[in-house]
């Protein structure tokens, strides 16, 4: 949105983390929780590249050789570890591995890609349920069909490593898993009033509001919000994220369904495309391409992996 205020925020609070932990003594694994606290390595690697700012940079290095004493992502990723049988297999650890991507920006490194790529394929493998939704009793196991809770907030992270996947490969399949998350899990966590979302979307259709099943974490004057209901909404709000998407050579539509996406190609001409569809009940979509004015570039469509006899 360009808030310039929502910047600062941030801003200021990863200048808090450094001013704690950067050349003081202290190291954030100290805290505890090191899967959800040294999570934050992905946003500081990204404010270094957006800011320039070397404290950044050095505060993401600090944690990652924390990393070999905890998670241990980068290496046990690049040794095609499966997610499951590594150390710290909980769902938290997912945005911990975001800042794989982060560091391969930044430095060009293959182990960084490599991790990434294999630990989202293991993931995908061994630990994604049919209903598009990630952990078992909120972590990797290496069993899709244990029918333990399977957390909002896991998928949501899920989800979130996804579009980073999707942003490294370009690969069609991943765009697959985040469509089968949204029309599955994300969907299937919300009341059709949006008043309650879920903490548990199981495979077998049984839902309840998360201010039953986590009610440890109502507030007084605020039953419904918690962790799970505060973050489920993303899983609609991550469209922007992959919907359309570029690449070198044009634009990319990953997401099917009724609606308008408007965008700006590299050419500075506007982009409006209108699809037309019930799509997913039917297979048949009609696409509007409207640019603000004549010229020729390149759009690719994704074809899901379901069709077995696509036509454009």
Known sequence: TGDAAARDAVLRAA???????????????????????????HILARLYRDTGRERYLQMARVIEKDWEAEGDY???GAGNVDFY????????????????LELYRITGEEKYKTALVHI?????RFDRHNTGGFSTFEQAIGNPYIPGAIETCCTIAWMAMSV??????????????????LLNSVVGMHAASGRWATYNTPMDGVRRASAHDIVFQSREGAPELNCCSVNSARGFGLLGDWALMRDAEGVVLNAYGPGVIRTVLDTGAALTLTQTTDYPRGGRVELAVAPARALTFTLKLRIPRWSRHTRV
């Open 120 to 124: 989202w394929r293991s993931i995908a």
């Open 85 to 100: 049988r590594q150390p710290k297999p909980r769902w938290e650890s997912l945005h911990d591995i975001q800042g794989l």
């Open 15 to 41: 200048d808090l983390i450094c001013r704690t932990f950067l050349d003081t003594g202290r190291r954030v694994r100290e805290a505890g929780s090191t899967e959800m606290n040294m999570a934050v390595i």
């Open 164 to 181: 980073y996947m999707l942003k490294l490969t370009g690969d069609a399949r991943v765009a697959d898993e985040l469509e089968l998350s």
């Open 74 to 76: 980068a290496r046990q």
